[in-house]
């Protein structure tokens, strides 16, 4: 739950937002004051010019046309005022927008990748985009609809009273009934709309479900089965909707009726004030434009505080991601890796995603320059966890990893990141030109480089078939491509930056086998000389890897090259005996 | 627009509730029209001649007004959410129906997320749509109207401003709403590019990092949000202008009421009274046409929801063909025959299959193997006649499939397709799927053939245990079982795996693999695969290479003719190379 202490702080963030802006946002609240101001004198002109046209001959023409003078002069003043107004909040609004949204992309870019990996990329996702938005309609917007709707509610308040005061208690008396009907009738229909939201989400799954997967709906002649199951959800979705759409579309007819009271309170009221001399029949219409007004502000606060209170909860998601603190940043003095032979070694590494639970423990390798090291074992055993450490996605727990004799730590992480090439088996390729996705690692680089890596890679003859060979955009998921043509994309985009250590997680199953050898083969070209991390399904590169870590449930449980681990007799053989022999 | 009219028959069931929902709003909005007329009589009579009874009973009828008015509008309301919830689901009904009668092509056409948004928010939008015209579409117009014609009863002259002033705002309400509406739509795609860019920032942060791309990442999102930035503003721009604007037109329109009106006075012609009334009406007015401009955003995007459902119904499945021309099954006859045939999708630019010929035996296990995009899956899908072959013909006993009943057909195939899905429900509900009246004892028969008995037996309730949607809360390799279990619960004649072993462990497969054999002569089985070792066991394996037949023949066989099955074998068994 949300603390009130939370909200007051939400609240003063986002006012240090606003504070670049404090000068445009005073100077928007000035024109909302004035603009609220002029907006109801402007009744009073006109009221005042109607109490001038007494009757036939009875009409104070030079008095009329001081007043419309007036009258041109406020109308055209509040117009301006009005549009000036807009003009700024939209400026401020779309501004802290802007500066929000960027704040929280920096953020990503700087959170370890922990946070990134525990957290849902949806809800993410929704913070910077959906979660803004709500927040600039609510929270911005939203506060110069509630200022200029106190401002008019006091502005009326004042007038009223000063016109007349009887008349001014008659409406202060009535006005509050439009309000709490409307909270009535809320507070019911809040119960209906839970019930059709219910059968709305069932009906959704329904058809997610049996739309969702027609073909095997019509593979099994299912057909009328989910058409009968269909429709009684579909009537029971009638019935619920029908009930909170009625009850609640209720709530204007009723706020309009309780509007009309009081107009018609003010009327007869007013009219008896009126035969006494109390005020003038102008007086009294100026009143009565005012009564027809009076409500409105009143509605539109009460959506406004809702929205509010729903833009606070939205600020408080967005902020949260912003102030997470991200990784530390690189030791200071830390080494720029530049030159490297590529010698990776692993001192009695520990290491858990969850402190307590143990991962990895004591673990130590010592790849020499050049050398290539299989990881085996079944799916889901952790051999990705390798991978983060070695990239310092994460970091170790006690122990430490050395390249060319140096801690990592000591190292700053863009550098070592670019001494490694990776291609993981998840191919991951952003919108936009094959070539530019190529040319990621090194946007510096010629069309006939980019060509070149693409040919080394076995891609160049699949990208010359397509409709615009380099320049065919693909979209992010690699619409229009097989999942082996986009690891092959993966791998020329590292051929391009050809660095002294490479990470490769081999494809499994989705890819056919016969593309799987081309992609063997670019591997093969890239690993010569190179330290090589290889997390390996294939047999071939298992028996030809220097050292062969076998990794279960997390933990390296054997190490060795094929032939001691075979006749060691342990897991790798076994494993080597199930997956390998027909 | 036309496409629209194909959509109000399922309006019909409510005529009635369609007609009175608009007419008593009608209703309200004349009521309404008559409040400034009554204010004015209290203002010239009550007030000039000191009647208090007669603003008594003035105010009583303003009393009545209201109250008439507010039974009229919820009156209104009812019919309206009434016509407006059974419109739409009748029309979501309809629209489900019409899915279930599609063709495999068709469903290929439309694409699955495409007809879930249609029956879901595309219909919805269009029910609020519908509530939202019956309500407002007539009120805003007759307010607008009407107060100008009331204007007219009291004084032609003065309502002449009204037939200047009521134009004038409508352009500039209307003007304003047509200039933004495309910039609004750019702005909207500005705003996915941002989302798309933070979505590509997390899905390739591994990636990004490696490449230490972090400022050159965040420099690209800079200048999208700047762009969309500019974007917000510029339409914020123009649409800030529409409410100045109004307001200087209809206070411009009050005084130069003021001014002729004073002039009417000054001749006799008006009286105070009625010089306030119209200037209530101009008032109301502009409320109205705001309110109008509003409502024609909302029905633009119901209407184009709209069309895209009706879009929907205008794709129609292609009839089963003539059933039982003459053609009796024979015993001669191969069991299963491909007859030269071949297959291209619609809309598709080549054949994914060309010129494939085979013919099976009963009983026979037959492998299908290639890489992916051979068209294994594609040749799989003929056998039940999911899609018509473009040429050639497949036949079940001599007689061609597309000629035996729909139904009959798929009754005697059962098919485990990849991506093993499972309904939510029970276990029996989802075995039922295959044979609507399967006892207990075929139930169980069927999961012990799919080695999928430990599944059923290890949840609470066996055969009643529940399945989550999507079978969430089974693994992989349970969900594969069941989805096996599922297709052999009819005792189907023909059983086809589409690489449907892929999440079983080893030893699973294999007993699978023992447990069919065992049915064999009974069944006639099609394996689906892209490993070697999942068919070289089978009667006979196609070897399909980009849609074409390869290779046919046993493991001992191919291997020793066929080039392409050579590789594949080779390239998974590189130690006995």
């Known amino acids: 739950m949300e603390t009130g202490l939370d909200r007051k702080k939400t609240l003063g963030q986002m006012l240090l937002y606003l504070k670049k802006y404090r000068l445009l946002a005073g100077l928007s609240l000035m024109l909302a004051a004035v603009t609220v101001g002029l907006t109801l004198y402007v009744p009073i002109l006109t009221g005042n010019a109607v109490d001038l046209l007494l009757g036939k001959g009875r009409v104070d023409f030079p008095g009329l046309f001081a ?32 500066d929000i949204r960027e704040d929280a992309f920096h953020k990503l870019q700087q959170l370890p990748l922990r946070y990134l990996d525990a957290h849902a990329h949806g809800d993410l996702i929704s913070r910077v985009i959906a979660d803004v938005d709500a927040l600039a309609d ?106 909170a759409i009625f009850y609640s579309s209720i709530t204007n007819p009723v706020t309009r009726a309780v509007n009309s009271l009081v107009y018609a309170g003010v009327g007869v009221f007013g009219a008896f004030v009126a035969i006494r001399g109390g005020i003038s029949v102008g007086r009294l219409s100026c009143l009565l434009s005012y009564a027809n007004q009076y409500t409105k502000p009143f509605n539109e606060i009460s959506g406004v505080v809702t929205e509010l209170q729903n833009a606070l909860a939205c600020a408080a998601r967005i902020l949260e991601l912003i102030q997470e603190t991200p990784q530390a940043p690189d030791a200071p003095g830390a080494r720029v890796l530049e030159q490297t032979a590529g010698a990776v070694s692993l001192e009695q590494v520990s290491f858990s995603y969850v402190p307590g639970q143990r991962l990895i423990q004591g673990f130590s390798l010592d790849a020499k320059s050049g050398q290539r090291v299989a990881i085996v074992g079944p799916t889901g055993c952790g051999k990705t966890t390798l991978i983060n450490l070695l990239m310092r996605f994460y970091d170790v727990d006690s ?11 000591q190292i700053t992480r863009g550098s070592l990141r670019t001494s490694y090439g990776m291609v993981l088996q998840e191919t991951w390729l952003r919108w936009g030109t094959i070539r530019d996705n190529i040319r990621m690692g090194k946007p510096e680089a010629t069309d006939a480089e980019v060509e070149q890596a693409a040919r080394a890679a076995h891609a160049h003859s699949f990208i010359r078939r397509l409709p615009q060979g380099y320049d065919t955009v693909i979209s992010e998921e690699g619409g229009g491509l097989s999942q082996g043509q986009k690891q092959l994309l993966c791998i020329a985009r590292v051929m391009l930056c050809l660095p002294p250590m490479l990470i490769l997680d081999e494809a499994t199953s989705s890819i056919d086998t016969r593309t799987e050898l081309k992609i063997q083969n670019a591997f093969a070209r890239m690993m010569e000389g190179r330290t090589s991390f290889i997390v390996a399904h294939r047999l071939s590169t298992i028996r030809e890897a220097d050292v062969i870590l076998v990794m279960r449930d997390g933990n390296i449980v054997e190490q060795g090259n094929h032939e001691t681990l075979l006749s060691q007799g342990g897991f790798y053989a076994q494993l080597y005996h199930s997956q390998f022999t027909g | 627009m036309k496409r629209l009219k194909t959509l109000l028959p399922y309006l019909s069931d409510h005529r009635k509730e369609t007609v009175l929902a608009p007419l008593f709003k009608l209703l309200e909005a004349a009521f309404e029209l008559l409040v400034p007329l009554v204010m004015a009589a209290i203002i010239d009579r009550g007030i000039q001649n000191r009647d208090m009874v007669y603003i008594g009973k003035m105010g009583a009828c303003l009393l009545i007004l209201a109250a008439v008015g507010l039974a009229a509008s919820i009156t209104a309301q009812f019919f309206a959410a009434k016509a407006a919830v059974g419109f739409s689901a009748r029309l979501r009904q309809a629209l489900f129906d019409h899915l279930q009668s599609l063709d495999f092509t ?17 219909i919805n939008q269009v029910q609020s749509g519908v509530n939202l015209v019956l309500r407002l579409f007539l009120r805003s117009p007759v307010i607008v109207f009407g107060a100008m014609a009331m204007a007219f009863a009291i004084d032609v002259k003065s309502a002449l401003l009204f037939a200047v002033a009521i134009p004038l705002l409508a352009l500039v309400v209307f003007g304003v709403l047509v200039w933004t509406m495309p910039l609004y739509r750019k702005v909207q795609a500005q705003l996915d590019k941002v989302l798309r860019l933070t979505r590509e920032n997390l899905t390739g942060v591994r990636v990004i990092r490696a490449f230490h791309r972090e400022e050159k990442e965040e420099e690209r999102f800079r200048e999208s949000t700047q762009t969309l930035f500019s974007g917000q503003v510029f339409v914020s721009r123009i649409s800030a202008i529409m409410n100045p604007v109004t307001y200087v037109i209809v206070n411009a329109a009050i005084m130069a009421l003021l001014y002729t009106g004073a002039i009417q006075v000054n001749l006799g012609n008006l009286t105070q009274g009625q010089v306030v009334a119209i200037l209530n009406y101009m008032s109301q007015i502009l409320v109205e046409l705001v309110k109008l401009a509003n409502l024609i955003v909302t029905v633009t995007k119901s209407v184009a929801c709209a069309d895209r459902v009706a879009a929907v119904f ?27 045939v071949s297959l291209t999708y619609q809309d598709a630019g080549a054949e994914t299959l060309r010129d494939i010929s085979f013919q099976v035996e009963k009983g026979q296990t037959v492998g299908i193997i290639g890489g992916t995009g051979s068209g294994k899956t594609s040749l799989v899908h003929l056998i039940p006649g999911f899609y018509p072959a473009t040429e050639g013909t497949v036949r079940l006993e001599g007689r061609d499939i597309r000629q035996i009943p729909e139904q009959e057909l798929k009754g005697r195939v059962g098919i485990v397709p990849q991506g093993a899905v499972l309904f939510q429900g029970t276990i029996r509900s989802n075995l039922q799927w295959g044979k609507p009246d399967a006892t207990e004892e075929e139930m169980w028969q069927a999961l012990g053939l799919a080695q999928a008995r430990e599944v059923a037996e290890g949840k609470e309730g066996g055969l009643d245990a529940e399945v989550a949607q999507g079978g969430r809360n089974f693994s992989g390799g349970q ?22 072993a892929s999440a079983l462990d080893y030893g699973t497969d294999a007993a699978l693999r023992a447990a069919l054999r065992s049915l064999e002569g009974r069944m006639t089985t099609f394996l689906v695969s892209q490993r070697a070792s999942a068919v070289r066991h089978a009667d006979q394996i196609l070897v399909l290479e980009d849609g074409r037949l390869a290779g046919i023949g046993t493991h001992e066989e191919l291997l020793e003719r066929c080039s392409v099955y050579r590789e594949i074998y080779d390239s998974q068994y590189p130690a006995d190379r």
Not at chain 1, 176 to 201: H, K
Not at chain 1, 227 to 241: H, I, K, P, V
Not at chain 1, 399 to 409: A, K, L, P
């Open chain 1, 399 to 409: 122990g430490s990893i050395r390249v060319d004799g140096t801690d990592i730590r």
């Open chain 2, 479 to 500: 969900r594969q079982r069941l989805t096996i279990a599922r297709a052999l619960v009819r005792q189907p004649e023909i059983l086809i795996l589409d690489d449907s």
């Open chain 2, 106 to 122: 068709a469903i290929d056409r439309l694409g699955t997320s495409a007809m879930i948004t249609r029956m879901t928010s595309d």
């Open chain 1, 138 to 243: 609510g929270l911005l917007m939203g506060f110069t609809q509630l200022f200029t709707g106190v401002l008019t509610i006091i502005g009326t308040l004042f007038f009223l009273f000063a016109a007349n005061v009887p008349i001014a208690l008659v409406v202060v008396c009535v006005t509050p009934v439009s309000f709490l009907a409307a909270r009535f009738i809320a507070s019911r229909t809040y119960s209906m709309f839970q019930l059709q939201s219910r059968a709305r989400g069932e009906q959704t799954a329904l058809i997610e479900e049996t739309v969702g997967n027609q073909k095997l709906v019509k593979a099994f002649s299912r057909e009328d089965a989910v058409r009968e199951q269909f429709a009684e959800g579909n009537r029971r979705l009638e019935e619920c909707s029908l009930r």
């Open chain 1, 67 to 98: 007043i419309l003078w007036k009258i041109g002069a406020a109308v055209c003043a509040t117009a301006a005022a009005q549009w000036v107004m807009d003009l700024s909040n939209s400026y401020i609004t779309y501004h802290v927008v802007k």
């Open chain 2, 314 to 340: 205008e794709i129609q499945g292609t009839p089963w063909e003539q059933e039982g021309k003459g053609e009796t099954p024979s015993a001669d006859a191969p069991f299963l025959e491909f007859d030269h």
